[in-house]
């Protein structure tokens, strides 16, 4: 009989204030979730959705291993879609999730986000779902090689993610193997070290040890993000030789009670903590040394200065000096502060309309700072409802993702809609188009109904 030998760990990082990760490791059930969203919202994500999976860490018999993972995940998106509701602050969470069900003699694999899941086989490490992000897209397209994602400058951008809205998970059903080593692990991880790294680890000692091992790798890379890791062995009940889990591993956020392990000793690690280290205060003694605490001193006889006090010409000389790199370090620091607010400027992004209806993403900032704003990039819907964004001065045509294309509700949000960085605004504008209004539906009949999807704008959208 085949059955699991499982470990999960979880670390913070070297840079990340809090975790956001969540994971469980049972003997039915592996599953790892990295939160979203900042100001504790990420974590609250990923603990709902693991808190939702947990109860299927059971033998799943011959149910529809695929089925029940897809339903239960739908039940933790609709919980982050409450918990956005009872605290609107929070609207922009979400969470990553990789789930795996086992029932003795094959996985079912449930995927959305960037967290990873890879099968270790006979010594070679494959990984067995796909990334659904901006840069894997590019890859999918040739118009990006594997090799160059790791350092893309949007690597970070998630298309699809559990936030609420509707999401269609990519769900897989595989073999079960003696000797398989599955690892899920979050991007903590896999942007840091080299798939190569990976497998030569992964292939060491137990779970519980790889584990280990990965994670030290990690933190020794730098620890940019939250590292979470579930390792599990496919392994004979009968003749395993070392003792197995009792106990299920929960990890993360929804263990952060856990005291954290000593920081790994490099540079990479030191910088980090550097970085992150609150400023020592250092005492300053006090001004007068007539001060009870301290031991008293004659006070210096004063020597009265001469009637004509004499300047020579070496100490003008050097005055005049310190007033020329005086008034070269300020204006330094003039065109330092106008370079630095540019800087800032140009890695600003908002979204407005064009033409009173075309959503476009414009650079810049709403007050029109250092300049007016530009248009940066158009948006356009291709026939299925799907999004993509054009530069402005491409020749490429598109049908233009207007107003009148989302629902009354998600028009009121535009104009609010804050600055931020690039992939913080393409993220807004993905969640516009989620909320799409249905197509028009054209009937032959004469008669109308007041039910008919045939008014675009209101209650539905012109095919493109």
Known sequence: MLILNYAA?????????????????????????????????????SQLMINQLMPLDADPGDNDMLAVLGSVADDANRAIAAAIT???????????????????????????????GYLLREGTLTQITIDDTYVQSLVDKGELSPEDVSTHPRRSLILKAYTGHDVEPTLTLFDARLGDRILLCSDGLSDPVTASTIEKALGEGTPEHAAQRLVELALRSGGPDNVTVVVADVVESDTYPSPL??????????????????????????????????????????????????????????????????????????????????????????????????????????????????????????????????????????????????????????????LQDITASARTQVASLPEGTYDEVLQQMQRL?????????????????????ATPGENCREAH
Request: overall charge negative.
């Open 9 to 45: 760990l979880s670390d913070r990082g070297l840079v990340r204030g809090n975790n956001e990760d969540s994971a469980y490791a049972g003997p039915h059930l592996l599953a790892l979730a990295d939160g979203m969203g900042g100001h504790a919202a990420g974590e609250v994500a």
């Open 86 to 116: 009872q605290s609107p602050e929070n609207d922009g969470m979400g969470t990553t999730l990789t789930a795996i069900m086992f029932n003795g003699a094959q996985f079912g694999l449930c995927h959305v986000g960037d967290s990873r």
């Open 245 to 402: 889990p009792t106990t299920s591993y929960v990890v993360g956020a929804l263990r952060s009670d856990t005291p954290e392990d000593p920081r790994p000793d490099t540079s990479a690690g030191r910088a980090a903590i550097a970085l992150s280290a609150e400023p020592i205060a250092t005492p300053v003694a006090p001004a007068s040394a007539k001060n009870a605490d301290y031991p008293s001193y004659a006070e210096p006889t004063s020597i009265p200065a001469p009637p004509n006090p004499i300047v020579s010409g070496k100490k003008s000389r050097r005055g005049w000096l310190i007033a020329i790199i005086s008034v070269l370090v300020i204006l330094a620091l003039i065109l330092g502060g106008i370079f630095w607010l540019r800087k800032q400027v140009n890695n600003t992004y908002f979204i407005s309309t064009d033409n009173d209806t075309e959503l476009v993403i414009n650079q810049g900032t709403k007050e029109g700072l250092l300049g007016q704003a530009k248009v940066y990039q158009v948006a356009c819907l291709n026939e299925t409802g799907m999004l993509t964004m054009i530069d402005v001065d491409s020749t490429n045509t598109c049908h233009r993702f207007t």
């Open 433 to 453: 188009a989620m909320q799409l209004l249905p197509l028009c539906v054209v009937r032959e009949s004469s008669t109308s109904d007041p039910d008919d999807l």
